[in-house]
């Protein structure tokens, strides 16, 4: 069974540029997370999906981040403007009920 | 507000020992406690998980505690690794009104040493 896919691995950008992160899950998978991993720290979330519907988005910082999950399959994030402060990795999760989450590999940005 | 607290921060343990890693939580709606494991350069991986109606759950070498009262939980690595050296986050989930949603804590390096 494959695993959940993201891309790209890494990303440098400078602040204010905007970026995509893109996540294609478990094949089946209903339940779709991003969260957002700082150094040091845990997976916080950031968007939930079921199906394409959004569940959970109360800590996205929609001023500047936005996401979609096209035909409750593939998902992707965007952050326009980026700033410092964005740097982290960003961690994409689906299940196929509550509890358990497979992890993507991860995206690490960078913000200059 | 953390809803999940883990300590100790870091860890290190020599070949063949106990690995204790502890979780606090304040949530009482909470009913799903799993712990993760994490690589460098991987995303997290689930490791072993328990529900509130069983004090303890035993996976090979792993271990999880559960106190109901204390809303605490505990990850013990018995004859711990050079291979478990990674980073582990436990975690909290409350089914009902956020499936799946999960709290984590802000996790702990293991290092075991050969």
């Known amino acids: 069974e494959a695993g959940v896919a993201q891309s790209p691995r890494y990303k440098i950008i400078e602040k204010r540029q905007s970026v995509a992160f893109w996540c294609n899950p478990i094949?089946?998978?209903?339940?779709l997370y991003w969260y957002q991993q700082i150094l040091g720290q845990g997976p916080k979330l950031l968007i939930q999906?079921?199906?394409?519907?959004?569940?959970?988005d109360s800590q996205l910082p929609k001023d500047r981040f936005s996401a979609e999950r096209l035909k409750g399959v593939d998902s992707t994030l965007k952050i326009q403007p980026a700033k410092l402060e964005d740097s982290a990795v960003y961690l994409c999760?689906?299940?196929?009920?509550?509890?358990?989450?497979?992890f993507g590999p991860g995206t690490r940005l960078t913000v200059l | 507000q953390q809803q999940v607290k883990q300590s100790p921060q870091s860890l290190i343990v020599q070949k063949g020992g106990i690995s204790i890693i502890n979780c606090a939580y304040e949530?009482?709606?909470?009913?799903?406690f799993p712990w993760y494991q994490q690589f460098p350069g991987k995303g997290p991986a689930l490791l072993i998980a328990?529900?509130?109606?069983?004090s303890e759950k035993k996976e090979g070498r792993f271990t999880i505690s559960f106190n109901k009262s204390a809303k605490q939980f505990s990850l013990h690595i018995m004859d711990s690794q050079p291979g478990d050296s990674a980073t582990y986050f436990c975690?909290?989930?409350?089914?009902?009104?956020?499936?799946?949603?999960?709290?984590f804590g802000d996790g702990t390096t293991l290092t075991v040493k050969p």
């Open positions: 975690a909290a989930s409350d089914s009902d009104t956020n499936a799946g949603k999960s709290t």
């Open positions: 999906f079921q199906n394409n519907g959004v569940v959970d």
């Open positions: 094949s089946g998978h209903a339940t």
């Open positions: 949530n009482t709606a909470f009913d799903y």
């Open positions: 999760a689906s299940g196929d009920w509550v509890d358990t989450q497979y």
């Open positions: 328990i529900r509130p109606d069983v």
